[in-house]
Every structure is written in C-alpha cells, then in structure tokens.
C-alpha cells in the first residue's frame, strides 16, 4: 500500500509498506477523508509536536472516517462495507485514570498518528490502516463519511463544553476562532448559550465566525472593542495564546467560569488575585472523553451543523499540497483529504 511518512520538518514522502493484517478483535479499514489538525501541522512544521519527538517516520492523520475492508475473528458487530468514524484514542483501560472514565488522561494512551507513544501508531494518511473494532461507529444515517472525519475535533469542543455545568442561558466568549473555537461555538449554540463572542486577531476568522452563528466577533488588537464585552459568564479559550487568556479573564463575570482549551506556552504569568477576588472557575481541557457516539448522533439529526468547516479538500496524492495549504492559513479553516 501507499502510505506518506513523515521524516521531519516539512519532511513528508509517499513510501510502500505492507498492508497491515488485523488482530483478532480488529479491522481493517480504508480511510476515505482525512482532516488536518493543527497538531499535524505543527508535525509538519517542526518535525516534533510540543515534547512529542518522533523517534522513526511515521503517518499522520487522526481525524477520520472510512469503510471497513476486513474485520478480525473475535468481531462480530462490524462487516466488510461497513462506513464507520473512528475514535482515535486507544488508552489502556486499567489504571485509575481509564477505571473512573477519564480516559483521556491516561499516562498510557496510545494515539493515531501521533509519537506521543513508542512505537509510534500510524494515522491515516495511508491508503489502510487496521484499528480496534471498539473504537468504530458505524454511521448512522444522516451524516456523510465527510462529516465524520470531523468528530474527532468536535468531541475536544464537546468536552471542553461539558467541562462546565450549564451552557443555555449564558453568555460566552470564544478566544480563537480557528477551527476548535468554531466547532466550539457550534456546540455551545446547539447547547442554549443566548449571547456568543467570538475574538480572533484573523479578520478571515471573524468574519467566518459570524457565518456560523456568532452573535458578535471582537479584535483583541481594537482597545475599544471590548467595551462591548464584558461580565461574560463563560470563556473557552482556543488560541492558544497568553494574552488571549489574559483578555478573557479580565471580561469574564464575578463567579464565571474560563475554560482552557488551546496549548498555552510551558511557562507564562496570570492574573492570580483577578481569579481568586472574583471567583473565576478554572478548568482544563484535554482530548475528550465519553462523547464520540454523542457527538456523532447529534450531529446526524441535526442538532450540530458542520456545514462549511471545511473549505479546502485534496486528493490524497496531493497531501504534500495539503499540508503546506494548511500551514500557511490564509482563508483556510479545515483542510480535509480525500481517498
């Protein structure tokens, strides 16, 4: 099979491997779309992800939907044609982490396409790659293999949403508006929230923000538009950037609640006593857990659109293109391939 491997910084070429055979309570599967994340993009850009450093080349993508081509001994529930999404998180079931159902903070999860683990997991920018079949769901009707592709980042916006105890009735500020922060922002909507903002520094991404539901999009570089944003009840923050954080916990309501979503730098300074005279509630936000199959349900009757995130698709030949398209993000929002 045709796989592209990563072998560093901007490093990514199209190799033949054998096509995997799976275990016995495993499938194979053809992926058929295929989303960039921005952690594949900072793969691509770096050769490493934050202190995930790869050891050997390996296959991105773990955002991905395809049909099932071969199904091991012990699968029962799953066929050969079946169209599924595939929860990319493997963790280990056993410690205590896994046992209370915070799966995604097991020390021992093992992801695709990633090199968070040794050996590392292959993704999907292979023509086949063989998951376990519990991690698979077939589609129901209502949503497209191309949609699926997009539960994975829709289920990180889900947890980071249901971090926080009620959404409807409130009033929220999103800090980024790339693509977590939109899918944020399409949840908390279909969640009740009356009064959404959104803050990014991108025009493209303001603009692309009120397309999609946004009741107002603030300039965090524009000292006076802030003055339409203030005593927000809660503040997912998505960019990723210190002073975005910064900005939110000064707008957010005696007793609200900020949510973090986006990888902040190691090391950076916080308003302390602004968090402890007011109140604020403090939360993280890791991957997610125990919403894949709600996230894809709610999207197939409708409930999440996820019209439009999309807006560039690439043949899977052309996934050098793709990165690169990606990483530059001028007027891009999700890249998605295409097999």
Request: charged share 20%.
């Amino acid at each position: 099979m045709k796989t592209f491997l990563l072998y560093g910084s901007k490093d990514i070429r199209l190799t033949e491997k054998p096509i995997p055979e799976p275990g016995e309570d495993q499938v194979l599967i053809k992926p058929t779309f295929t989303g960039i994340c921005g952690s594949d993009v900072h793969y691509f850009q770096h050769g490493y992800c934050g202190n995930f450093v790869p050891k050997r080349p390996f296959a991105l993508g773990h955002e991905f939907a395809g049909i099932i081509q071969s199904v091991g001994s012990n699968v029962k529930e799953l066929k050969v044609g079946d169209e599924v999404a595939v929860d990319p998180s493997m963790p280990c079931g056993n410690c205590k982490h896994c046992r209370t159902g915070h799966y995604n903070l097991c020390l021992s999860m093992r992801y695709f396409g990633s090199a968070s683990c040794d050996p590392h997991i292959d993704g999907a920018m292979g023509q086949f790659l063989v998951a376990p079949a519990v991690n698979c769901y077939v589609l129901p009707a209502g949503i497209s293999m191309a949609q699926a592709s997009l539960l994975e980042p829709l289920c990180v916006a889900m947890h980071a949403v249901k971090r926080v105890d009620q959404i409807a009735g409130t009033s929220v500020l999103i800090t980024g508006g790339g693509p977590i922060g939109q899918l944020i922002l399409r949840v908390v909507r279909a969640f009740g929230a009356y009064q959404i903002t959104v803050s990014d520094v991108n025009e493209f991404a303001r603009e692309f923000s009120l397309k999609s539901g946004a009741d107002q999009v603030v300039n965090p570089l524009d000292e006076h538009a802030w003055k339409s944003c203030s005593n927000i009840d809660i503040v997912f923050e998505a960019s990723g950037v210190p002073s975005a954080l910064a900005n939110g916990l000064q707008v957010t309501r005696r007793g609200g609640s900020v949510v973090l979503v986006g990888t902040l730098p190691e090391s950076f300074s916080i308003p302390g006593n602004l968090i402890m005279n007011r109140e604020l509630k403090l939360y993280g936000s890791f991957r997610f857990a125990n919403v894949f199959e709600d996230a894809m349900n709610m999207v197939a009757a409708g409930i999440i659109n996820l019209d439009g995130i999309v807006t560039d698709t690439y043949s899977f030949d052309k996934i050098p293109e793709a990165m690169q398209r990606a990483l530059e993000k001028k007027g891009v929002m999700k890249v998605q391939i295409t097999l």
